[in-house]
């Protein structure tokens, strides 16, 4: 061989090395988690319909290796998120603008989008509860995560309006944290000192068919109207170091949700075979059929949360627009 053409062809032979290895330095592997209801059927839609496989079968990167989990309250996914054992999490705004303000300037933790509004529903069994006002140390509150999650937050909100400026806190020593499933069985039996829950579709439809159980506040009340229910979020590092697979993640959320709004029926089948629900098709439908539940990428009202948030010392950085919290992507839609 040519002494003078071995460096050339060992130079040009590294250089394809790379960049073949360069075309696959993103994740092979990628976690997503998501929690229980209606709220995150866009992730299942995901899921069964493998998307995010396709998409990045479509942007070259090959055989995706894509994994869900099922995660109790938004603390535990931003858990996971930090120790990398996550790649995306979703969950409500609250604990999204917590980890938000944490990140901030290191991980940068941002939304990848919203992906539904909806009404949530604070419902007891006791009769003697009217209103928020209404509840005793006799009371216990079950959501997600005591003082973190979307349920907690709106809790405070609206214990501020109905005890006066600094009160915000006066609800937090009922409340108890578990899971929807846990905390509606605990609810519906009668026996525990679980007395109330603040939880979402369709759990809180379902309690309202349950004699003895009714309404105490609806978030679109305290919030003054529509709002952001759950979002997907992940960390800036991995945006950056994997821009395709974030590419490929943001087409398959917008394919899940268009296909929810393209066929509403066809989405409860859905639910019932990932959830494995016990409700009829008709049952889900109806809830997918609310004029108050949206399933959109659009964030709405996030802000109300930020100012409260910061206004009572929950986070102490504050974005000064929704478009601090979320990704380039989403910056062109009409958010709130």
């Not at 939880?199 to 709002?227: C, R, T, W």
């Amino acid at each position: 061989m040519n002494k003078t053409f071995l460096p050339t062809a060992v130079a040009f032979a590294a250089a394809a090395a790379i960049g073949i290895s360069g075309a696959r330095a993103e994740v092979s592997e990628l976690k997503i988690a998501q929690q229980y209801g209606i709220g995150y059927l866009p992730v299942m839609v995901m899921e069964e319909q493998k998307l995010v496989e396709k998409h990045a079968k479509n942007a070259g990167l090959g055989e995706l290796n894509v994994s869900f989990t099922k995660l109790a309250a938004g603390n535990v996914m931003n858990d996971a998120l930090l120790s990398g054992s996550l790649h995306f999490a979703s969950g409500g705004v609250g604990p999204l603008i917590t980890l938000w303000s944490r990140t901030k300037g290191n991980l940068d933790v941002k939304a990848v989008g919203a992906i539904n509004s909806m009404p949530l529903f604070l419902n007891s069994r006791n009769p003697a509860v009217k209103t928020i006002k209404d509840f005793t140390e006799k009371d216990k509150i079950a959501l997600p995560a005591a003082k973190v999650s979307i349920q907690a937050v709106t809790l405070q909100m609206a214990a501020e309006k109905a005890f006066g400026e600094g009160n915000h806190a006066k609800l937090d020593t009922l409340t108890v944290s578990m899971a929807h499933p846990d905390a509606q069985a605990a609810l519906l039996s009668g026996q525990s000192e679980v007395n109330a829950h603040f939880s979402s579709p369709p759990f809180q439809y379902q309690q309202l068919e349950k004699p003895g159980i009714h309404n105490v506040l609806n978030s679109y009340d305290v919030l003054g109207g529509p709002a952001t229910f759950n979002l997907m979020w992940t960390t800036s590092k991995f945006r950056n170091e994997n821009p395709k697979t974030y590419d490929a993640f943001v087409k398959a959320l917008e394919e899940a949700i268009a296909f929810i709004n393209r066929d509403r029926k066809a989405a409860a089948e859905l639910y019932l075979r990932v959830a494995k629900g016990k409700d009829t098709v008709q049952d889900i439908l109806a809830m997918l059929n609310d004029p108050k539940i949206e399933f959109t990428m659009t964030p709405n009202n996030v802000m109300k949360y930020v100012d409260f948030m910061a206004k009572v010392g929950s986070i102490k950085v504050k974005p000064a627009s929704w478009k601090d919290l979320f990704f380039p992507n989403a910056h062109s839609l009409a958010g709130s």
